[in-house]
């Protein structure tokens, strides 16, 4: 019996759904970061509330931009119609639907925009003319208020999409994929339009006198290189752990590592763009970012960035046989993984800490505590929906997919 006839019969030994037990155990298993980590956050909070408002601003902009990441990306597959990602599509659509509960995570921030935002200060409004003719945007009801909106968009557009989704699970119908593919039209042009003006919002008002017209697609760029390691890592862990080993083969962690391959292109071009018009204009307002981001020991954080995010994973990624091997590509999501909240954090503390970093306890609480708590509501879809989309029309096509 040839090889593909035989992981032809034994595809179907996969159980879609997964087991109750190592469901509970992985709840368990998060929730207890969870708690562990939020508990940390709150002793942070009581000793030194500043830092960790801070702190937690890097956090959230993580997960954040890794939902809007897999946001625009699950509307790309429904969209182009793809074939060869639908094992793997129920995956990226879970970690979609941590997004809009980014609404909840972002309490803290609301709370914290005196410790976080130099324009909440009345005395750098007064100082600063510049500032002062921005205080109808930046203001503290606007900020929120526009927050909020963001989350109503991306929910209503991630509930509806993510339903039909599921739905097809059971109804098998060309109708589902019909109406997912017509949220998700205008749903890309507004996951790019409203997730910048998010990136404006969170990040780029740090320093409200800069600004880059790019700087969104900076953001989300990263987010997305992030959200395609964690979809690879997830599809390696259950494979390690015997779960869909069948339905999402070589074939697929060959297309993902492409994707890794590629992001870490596009997140490359839109930094050394943002880069090169900013140096080549050379204007004090807008050179002033990057000044900020070269003093005393954040400098060798920025020399070093070039090597981190694009040379080291764009060569070893660059041939074939790296592609589809599955221990590399692991490797180089754990490494994007780590190199996206050293960026973010590289983006965020020089705001507060002009001569260097100083790392604290509270920056790795926030981050587990983040992390812990979109990684539950990422769990918790695995109890009520397939692992894969059975229904899906595609799906036989996705399970004997082959590279060319």
């Known amino acids: 019996m040839s090889e593909h006839t035989h992981q032809h019969s034994d595809v179907h030994m996969d159980n879609y759904q997964m087991e109750a037990s190592r469901w509970a155990t992985g709840r368990n298993v998060l929730m207890f970061a969870a708690l562990a980590s939020i508990l940390l956050c709150v002793v942070g909070y009581i000793n030194t509330p500043e830092r960790f408002f801070q702190s937690y601003l890097v956090a959230f902009a993580f997960v954040a931009a890794t939902g809007l990441g897999a946001f625009f990306f699950v509307m790309v597959q429904f969209l182009t119609g793809s074939a060869w990602s ?6 990226m659509e879970n970690i979609m639907f941590t997004l809009p509960f980014g609404a909840l995570l972002f309490i803290p921030i609301a709370f914290g925009l005196k410790h976080i935002y130099p324009w909440m200060d009345p005395a750098v409004i007064a100082e600063n003319p510049a500032i002062k003719a921005k205080t109808g945007f930046l203001s503290h009801d606007a900020f929120i208020l526009r927050a909020y909106i963001y989350f109503a968009v991306w929910s209503l557009w991630i509930f509806s999409i993510y339903r039909q989704s599921t739905k097809q699970d059971t109804e098998k119908s060309k109708q589902q994929m019909y109406v997912a593919s017509r949220w998700s039209a205008p749903g890309l042009f507004l996951a790019v339009v409203v997730g910048t003006l998010a990136a404006y919002d969170w990040l780029m008002s740090l320093e409200p006198t800069w600004y880059s017209t790019i700087f969104g697609l900076y953001i989300l760029s990263g987010g997305a290189l992030t959200f395609f390691s964690i979809v690879t890592l997830v599809a390696l862990g259950f494979r390690r752990a015997g779960v869909l080993k069948h339905a999402i083969t070589k074939e697929h962690y060959h297309d993902l590592g492409k994707w890794l391959f590629a992001m870490t292109a596009f997140y490359t071009y839109i930094a050394f763009s943002q880069y090169l018009l900013i140096w080549y204009a050379n204007i004090p307002e807008e050179t002033q970012w ?3 981001r070269v003093v005393g020991s954040w400098f060798p954080i920025a020399i070093a960035m070039p090597f981190i995010r694009f040379i080291i994973p764009f060569f070893t990624l ?3 046989p ?15 993984i780590v190199v996206e909240i050293v960026d973010l954090y590289w983006i965020v503390m020089p705001v507060y800490y002009k001569n260097g970093p100083q790392l604290h306890w509270l920056d790795f609480a926030t981050l587990a505590a983040t992390v812990s708590i979109c990684g539950l509501i990422f769990w918790s879809r695995f109890k009520k929906h397939k692992m894969v989309p059975v229904g899906d029309l595609r799906f036989e096509q996705s399970l004997y997919f082959e590279n060319a």
């Open 86 to 91: 639908v094992t793997v599509r129920r995956i």
């Open 290 to 292: 990057y000044r900020h």
């Open 318 to 320: 660059l041939c074939r």
């Open 322 to 336: 790296a592609k589809r091997s599955l221990n590399v590509i692991g490797l180089i999501a754990v490494w994007s």
